[in-house]
């Protein structure tokens, strides 16, 4: 009967299936590591074996998976982060979770799904402020500050987590990987906030939306959202896009149907190809280190 072992890379558990009477643990060399959550499954040319093994998987949770992206977690990192994987609820498109100047008693992430930032302005105006992806945790400033001072709802149908507070004090000051990994976090955060700041303030229509769409399709990339010919659902209306990228919905509509007639995008039933992510990244003069883990590539 075949056994299974277990270990850790980068804060995921891996389990391994080797022959009768074999027992071996994988030796994996990180930075051959795809940027894809949690089930991942390896060819073995991916990785680096003491022995030979028929099949290995990786299993994490989003949040335990999107912090192992900036700390090496042991497995009592990971032990901890999974233990805040319960109070979760299910909500549809279009929820608002968290409203502007409302007094949230605690902090969340999600679980699937996407959600997105926003501030409301005179005569209906709409700012949109950011995408969360799953495993990103957001609206701990607000519960810090005792305030939100923006809006949060769900761009589609998601799993959220609600985390307290003091668990996530307690976790940073008595697991120091995992307080790391969640201050270098908010300096991706951040780091994308001043990317948005530019692409609003300095780029063309057509470089706003190239960026953006690059962005997203690495973002994505990163949570496994890309399917095996680089397409990926796209739940962004034009309304959406308008209000993202500082446009009207009309130059919106002009802007990506010049990107289709250039052969720079597919889009088609919600569903979006990237023809040629480097010449994309080269128009919007995208420099992916901001995002802390993923750079344009085919």
């Given at each position: 009967?075949?056994s299974?072992?277990?270990?850790?890379?980068?804060?995921?558990?891996?389990?391994?299936?080797?022959?009768?009477g074999?027992?071996?643990?994988?030796?994996?060399?990180?930075?051959?590591?795809?940027?894809f959550?949690?089930?991942?499954?390896f060819?073995h040319?991916?990785?680096?074996?003491?022995?030979?093994?028929?099949?290995?998987?990786?299993f994490?949770?989003?949040?335990?998976?999107?912090?192992s992206?900036?700390?090496?977690?042991?497995p009592?990192?990971?032990?901890a982060?999974?233990?805040?994987h319960?109070?979760?609820?299910?909500?549809?498109?279009?929820?608002i979770?968290?409203?502007?100047?409302?007094?949230?008693?605690?902090?969340?992430?999600?679980?699937?799904?996407l959600?997105?930032?926003?501030?409301?302005?005179?005569?209906?105006?709409?700012?949109?402020?950011?995408?969360?992806?799953?495993?990103?945790?957001?609206?701990l400033?607000a519960?810090?500050?005792?305030?939100?001072?923006h809006?949060?709802?769900l761009?589609?149908?998601?799993?959220?987590?609600?985390?307290a507070?003091?668990d996530?004090?307690?976790?940073?000051?008595?697991?120091?990987k995992?307080g790391?990994?969640l201050w270098?976090?908010?300096?991706?955060?951040?780091?994308?906030l001043?990317?948005?700041?530019?692409?609003?303030?300095?780029r063309?229509?057509?470089?706003?939306m190239?960026h953006?769409?690059?962005?997203?399709?690495?973002?994505?990339?990163?949570?496994?959202?890309?399917?095996?010919?680089?397409?990926?659902?796209?739940?962004?209306?034009?309304?959406?896009?308008?209000?993202?990228?500082?446009?009207?919905?009309?130059?919106?509509?002009?802007?990506?149907?010049?990107m289709?007639?250039?052969?720079?995008?597919?889009?088609c039933?919600?569903?979006?190809?990237?023809t040629?992510?480097?010449?994309?990244?080269?128009l919007?003069?995208?420099?992916g280190?901001?995002?802390?883990?993923?750079q344009?590539?085919?």
């Open positions: 009967m075949a299974r072992d277990y270990g850790y890379v980068g804060g995921a558990q891996v389990v391994v299936t080797t022959p009768p074999r027992s071996v643990l994988p030796t994996i060399d990180p930075r051959r590591l795809p940027n959550p949690h089930p991942w499954r060819r040319s991916d990785l680096c074996f003491r022995a030979p093994a028929r099949n290995l998987e990786i994490a949770k989003p949040l335990t998976a999107h912090l992206k900036f700390a090496a977690l042991s009592t990192d990971v032990i982060l999974d233990q805040l319960r109070n979760a609820k299910v909500h549809p498109a279009e929820h979770l968290i409203h502007e100047q409302s007094r949230p008693a605690c902090a969340f992430f999600l679980g699937s799904g959600a997105y930032r926003y501030r409301m302005l005179d005569g209906g105006r709409r700012q949109i402020l950011g995408f969360i992806f799953p495993g990103d945790l957001f609206d400033d519960v810090l500050v005792g305030r939100a001072d809006n949060i709802a761009l589609t149908d998601a799993q959220v987590y609600s985390i507070p003091r996530l004090k307690n976790l940073a000051s008595d697991f120091p995992i790391q990994a270098l976090a908010s300096i991706v955060d951040t780091s994308i001043r990317e948005w700041l530019v692409n609003l303030g300095q063309t229509a057509l470089q706003r190239s953006f769409l690059v962005e997203m399709s690495l973002r994505l990339e990163a949570v496994g959202r890309i399917g095996g010919d680089g397409s990926f659902d796209f739940p962004f209306s034009q309304m959406i896009l308008a209000d993202t990228t500082g446009m009207t919905t009309v130059h919106t509509n002009r802007t990506l149907q010049k289709r007639a250039d052969g720079l995008i597919q889009l039933a919600k569903r979006l190809m990237i040629d992510r480097e010449r994309l990244a080269a919007a003069g995208f420099d280190h901001y995002l802390g883990f993923a344009p590539r085919n």
